[in-house]
Every structure is written in C-alpha cells, then in structure tokens.
C-alpha cells in the first residue's frame, strides 16, 4: 500500500460532514496557518514541497502563487477550477464528492496565502449535484467558525462561493474560466497579461486545480520538506489517477509516483487487470489530449527501462516515444478497441469545444474530424493520413490556448504509433466495418494468457 | 505623459526603435514593406481586438537583452509588445512562413470563394493573404459551412458563410455604438455573427462595421452589386456634419457617386470613423467638396493589379535575400546589386545630357 | 409572462450577492441556469431579455452567453432529457449500443424530443464520468454503468413519476 495523503479518510463514513471530518483531524492545516505562519511562509512551504499543478500543466505551484502581483489597495482572488472536462478525467469529482471538505480546507489556507478574501470555485455545470456538497461543506465551515469573518481570530476574512459552469471544456483553460466566471463567453485570453498579474475582474488572481488547493493542506500539515520527501524527482507527493476503459476495477485511485506502470494496470491494488482477460492494446495516460502509447511504449521506454508512474518516467522519450502525465486520466484500451475510431471520437469531442475563436483551431478541429471520420467508415485516402499529419502540425502551437495542442497530439499520436492501423483501414475499407484491426506488433508484450 | 523609454527591436535584421509597450506589428509597420505581417483581426483603434487569426504570427528569436532566451513557439504581432534588443523573424523565418500558409488554409477551407459575386472582391484582405501566402488548390474536400440567413436591415449586408470571426465589428459596435445589439453567437466552427434575434443594427455609427470587416462579410446594402470597385474612382471629399468628421472617399464613376466610405490608411485602416448619413445618404457629388483623387496604398488589385501573372507570383525573392543580408528601413531592393546600370560610380544626374552606353563603358576601364 | 416568482428572486439576490458592486454581469451563468430551471427547461428570447434587464446587461451580452455553453437549451425540450456520453471513455464501454437502444426505445434521433413531449435524446461529450462508462445525465444527475436493463428502468420510472405528478 502507497502512502494515501488525500484519500486516506475519503470512505470514513459520514466524512462529507464537518463534524465527521473534524473529528478525523480536519482543518487542523487551518489553524497551524492562521495561527502559527503568515502568508510568505506558507508560500514557502508550498515551494518546498515541490508539488506541481494537478490540472494537467504541472507547474509548480508555489511558483505560481509568488507570481501574483500584490499592487495597493487591489483585492486578490484565488481561483478553484474544478471545470474537470478532460475526457478519462474524474478525479477532482470524487474528491469533492466524498471529502469536500478537504477542497475548502485547502481553500482556507491557500485563500490566506495569496489573500484572497472572495475566493471562487469555478465547478463544471455538468456535476450539479456537487455544487449541494460543496456549498453545505461551505455553510459548516462557516458555522464552525473557519470562513467569514475574522476566521479564528486571526483578522483573516474569507468567503467561498461556488459558481456552476455551463457545458464548455474550454473553461478549463484558466484564462476562459476566468472569463466565464465574469459572466462572458469562455473565450481564452490572449496572454501576456497573465492571470497573476491581470485575471479576474483585472485584479491579481492564481488559478489552481481542486487536487492541488487539496494537497495544500498535507503539505502544511507535515510540511513542505516532509512532502517532497513522498514520491520521485520532482514528481513528489501523491497523484490521483482516474483509470477507465478496458480495466476490471475503474475509479480514482491515489498513488506515491513511484509505481510503474505495469503494478499500475495489473495489480489488484489498482486497476486489477485488463477486463474480460483481455490483453493490452494502448493507453492514453494522463486525459485524452496527451499522445496515446501502445502496450509496448507504455510498460517500458523506448530505452527499454521501467516505465514510472510519473511526471518524468511517463514523458521520457519526449513525443516520439513518451507521452505526458497530463491530468491523471488514464484510459485504456483492450485488443478490440480501434485506434483510428478512438482518434475520431476524441477529435470529434476537440471540435465540438473549440471555441472558435483563433483560426488554426476552429477550422482546423472540425477538419481533423471529418477525415478521421471519412477514414473510420471506409471512406479514407491513402494520402488523407499524410493531410491529417500536416493539419496537426499546422495546428499545434499555433493556436491562442492549449487547447489547439490538445486536439493535435492524439491525432498525432495516433498516426505516429498506429500508422499501420490506418492504412489497414484504407486498404480494407469494408473489412474495417466487420472486424478489427487486432494488436499487431504494438501489444503488451509481457501479459500473454496462457 | 512621462517620456517613455526607447526599445531597440530588430525585425528580420532591421533594427527600429520604438517606445516601450509599442507592438512587434506596429514595431513592424514602422519598417514597413513585407517585414510588417498581415493583420486580419487585429486594428489599432479598437481596443482589444487582435490575436485572434494567427496570420500575423512571428517568431521571437531572442527574447531581449536581458533575456535573449527565444520565446518557444511563435507569438501573435499584433499583442506581444517589444523588449529591449529584442530579435524577431518575420518574413525570414521558414516556421513563420509555413505557419502562416497553415492559417491561410484554414481561413479558406470553410470560405465560400465567391470572389466574382462578392462586392468585397478587389479589396477584400482575405484575397490579398491568399494571393500572398495561399496555394492554388484545395485539400479540403468536404462540403463547406453555411449558415441559416439574417438580415440586419437595409443598409448592412451580412454573409456569414464569408466571415472569418475577427471580432473586428463587435469591438466596433462595442466601442462606438452606445449599444451593441449584434454579436458572437455559438461556438466552434459554428460560431457566428448575429443578432439573435431578427433585428436592424440602428445605431448612426454602425455602418463602420462594413470598413473594419477586412472580407466580404459585411457589406454595404446601398452599393450592392452595382458595381466593382476597380471601376471606381476613389476620390477624397468631405462635408459639414454634424455627426461626424465628414471626411470621407466617395468611390465614383463619372459624376456619380456609387459608394462612400471611410478614409483609409495604408493597412486599410479607417482614418476617421463616419456617420450612417455619409455613408448611406449622401450619394450626389453636389453633397460634397471634392478634395481629389485618394490613392489607395494597399498591396490590392485596385492599386497595383499584381495578381496578372499565376498565382504565387508576389513572392519578392530579391527583397528575402536583401532582407538576409540586412538591409535599410523602407528599400525592399538595393537597385545597386541588382542592376547593371545603375553603378554607384555613374552620378547620372550629374550629365547634362541623355546618357550614352559610352558613358558606362568608360567608366569600366 | 416571464418573471421570477418571489423564491426564486430571492436565489436570484443570494447569486448577484456573491460578486463585487457593479461586477453583476458575473451572475450570468448561475442566473441562466436559474431561469432555464424556472421556465420551462429552455431559455426563450423573452426569458434571455428578462434575465438581460435583471442584470442590466444589453440582450446581446445574454444570447452570445447562452449560445456558447452547451447545457443551455435553446428550444423546448422533453421532460426528461437523457444525455448520453459519447467520448472515447464511453465509446470503449459500448454508449453507441445504449444510445441507439434508447433511440429504438423511444422511436426518436438523437437530438430529438418524443411527440408526447416526455423524453429529450442527446449525445453529448465526455461528463467526467470515465470511469462508470457508459453514462449519461438526466436533470441533475448521473446515470451511470448503463446496461439496456437499467435504460428499461429508468424509462420505466420517468414514465411513472410523470403519471403521479399529473
């Protein structure tokens, strides 16, 4: 068993209230930073922990937070983007869910770091129910005397709303949240100026994933040096992943990133296997839009080491050979799973979020869908897989947010590793209806039944 | 105002200085020539507007003299502001190049290309950027995007299946109307324009709309399809209004006004915003003092025909090479390397007489 | 007429409430969500020019809004609204099964509202519900781990509760 730092109490029962949570030490994170740190030394601390944004960037948190301007008599807000959106993603849903608390005790003590007294917490429309959850915590916190104001004598106000999105993946990207947040389209903006400098309502404002504002509060608890000590590098603390697919246990699971990725598929701590005793064809490893690797590329590296679930492991060999550790979305796929429908469906979900606000990404998302889709029935060129390589490629990086990037690389990905997958589906378009392509030479090479 | 400090900024190996906070593009149309990228979203008097198409996209090669680090992936002209010696690649850049024929096509792939129906055609940007950076042919094979009608009244024509959504009209309505009643509706590639809701965009100031929409998505009512406008003459005039400057261009032929317009610069921008009554109502020349002729300094078919040759054919090869090397603000060509004739040595304009080819072969012994 | 009765003006107020003086404009979303649940299950032009004057935006401030995010309905819709994922998670797990099950079921597209004006059948894209696929909302909640059995169920009950609420 790994070291479990957010989920430990997550399935005490009655733990979704504050009484409960209390009692199983909750909010104690609070009171050691009211009462015994200021704002620069919880700063501090965060740095030392070398915990990394959870959204799906991992950008050092404590970084970001010492980027926010602190310009006279201009209120700051922090910011809680709980717009989970990334397909394979649910991890920020089952934290609330079940430990709500957890999130507005980080919120606490990261709102009195970076002082924030009207603290938000964008949430996805979708995951109403979880507004309820998040607000009742809100309501105990505040009868308990731990938001509001003068929170436990300290001189320190603080409120928490939480506002319910709409439907729009593109809110994910911090700039768009903050935007919808406003009550506008979830337009990113264009940047400089960054959010720390200029975010919400023009004012100072940091952004950070629910996952991240929760580990806030075991890094002030055993504090930062302690944390960083958990984990690998500078993959340090623990991660939630989220596993779906073809696995026999999906569901949220928290991990030290110093298991690899073949404990993480196979054993029954985790996702206990491939369902259906199925082998292993690819994952998509950290939300959709990071590349998607096929079972040979995912257990080892190119190199042919070990491949960690981590930050660095599960990039090493870059694109070419790697993928990302993203947002913890971990998806996997079976021998029956077809690559070239898979790409579609997610380069359908892409054009369906794009805001359609810069070109590349607009136009170039509902391209990539059209082909794929051409492809996936039958009806695909030989020369279409070159054009949808060239399309990616005039898309990424070209774009005003990440998202056109997101929408490039599994596309990308995709072509690069199961190349031979779309040609098949070319050459054989009325056999590609009936049956699929199979594993190929990109199977799991390790698990074969017997 | 305090003075603000002066930025050495280098653009494909032409150095300007520029005030602090002053754009890489306008750092760029400062220079001049091709070195200045297209803008298509992006008008220096609406506040906001930019970023948004990618065309004008460039790369940083040194981030500035503190921190020449380049800046990873190509930045949008039009809203990165310069630093100190900071170095930029524009036109000798391949990565800005190919990132731009990438934009180029992606603009044009949902396009109607009505070009000979579309009263834009002539001094349409669209036109002009495919021309420049565009390919003959088409990969896109799908059919293209429409949109269910809407009329904004009798005065603004708009064509959906034209617009290429840069804002530029909202921003307007925004910032010059008191009231803006059409805007961005949807999302995605079925993001439009519109008012929702059946409306007449009424504002007196509205008609600005037709000059900041750099295609043929909106276009004046009151001209439409009675003429093109390299059949026009496009003279300079103005009249007393009460609502406006009054300085306008009225686009004729023979004595009759077809259309009125803003004044525009030479990147096609608006000089003087007008009034709805200008543009709309005055089409006697008796309405107005005429000032002359106006000549239309943009790289369009209306001033230079340029499009003669295939398409493609714009490509200033010399000016890259001459740009490589490094070379003044404003010559695209250094005539000296170029031309035989014109040796530095001759000073023609010296000879009191036409010049002989005696004169040039002297001169070489 | 179009107009929020005095509980819901009162939600009204606890939203505004929430952000700076003159910062209204913020209380957009939560407010349409509001109206959308107060009026039918959709937002009409009146009721998108209802909200517009409550929070003394111009109307075209509320369509653009409304038009962007997709869980804003822009034309009636059934009583009960099944939106089923469809991303990559869902695919893998056989949504295009219970999307065409329910399809059959009801006799409608996706897209579609049933003519007794019950049922609303939409694909939508991924719910954050990955791991419990294949999925899909009704109302404020998740149906999740479909199987043709429990759609049965669910059309079963709606139909039931419809019946004992009339």
Redesign the interface.
Known sequence: MGVKLLLEKAHVPGIRYFETYRKEGGYRAVEKALKQMDPASIVEEVKKSGLRGRGGAGFPAGMKWSFIAKPEGVPRHLVCNADESEPGTFKDRYLMEFIPHLLIEGLIVSSFALGSNDTYIYIRGEYAWIVDILEQAIEEAKANGFLGKNILGSGFDCNIYVQRGAGAYICGEETALIESLEGKRGNPRIKPPFPAIEGLWRRPTVVNNVETLAAVVPIINMGGDEYAKIGVGRSTGTKLISACGNINKPGVYEIDMTISVEEFIYSDEYCGGIANGKRLKACIPGGSSVPILPANLLLKTAKGETRYMNYESLSDGGFATGSMMGSGGFIVLDEDQCIVKNTYTLARFYRHESCGQCSPCREGTGWMEKILKNIDTGKGKMSDIDLLWDIQRKIEGNTICPLGDAAAWPVAAAIRHFRDEFEWHVNHPEEAQKRNYGLAHYADPIHVPA | MSEQPLFKVTIDNITVEVPAGTTILNAARKIGGDVAPPAMCYYSKLEGSGGKCRTCLVEVSKGSEKDPRPMPKLVASCRTTVMDGMEVKNITSDRVMDARSGVVEFLLINHPLDCPVCDQAGECHLQDLSYEHGKAGTRYEFQRRTFKKHDLGDKIQLHMTRCILCYRCVFTADQLTGKREHGVLDRGDHAEIATYIEKNLSNEFIGNVIDVCPVGALTDKTFRFKNRVWFLKPMDAHRDCPTCSGKVTLWNRGDEVFRVTARKDQWGEVEDWICNTCRFDKKQTSDWVIEGPRLIDRHSVISQGHYAGKVGTHKPTETFEAVHAGRQPKLLMDIHSVSEVNKPEITLSKLDRPAHSTDFTSNKD | MTKFNDEQLKEFNRLVA?Y?EG?Q??????V??LAQDSFGGWLS?ET?DYVAGL?N?????V???A??????NLKPVGKYMFEVC????C???GCDDIIEYIGTKLGIKPGETTADGMFTLKT??????????PMM?MG??YKEHLTKEKVDAIIDECRKNAAANN
């Open positions: 929430r700076p910062k404009k913020s209380a957009l979303l939560p349409l969500h032009a998108m929070l935006i111009t109307p075209i401030e369509y653009e809004v038009t962007f995010y997709s869980m804003y469809q991303t990559g998670p695919m893998v797990n939508v894209e991924c719910l954050g519900a990955c791991g419990y696929a909302q404020k909640h």
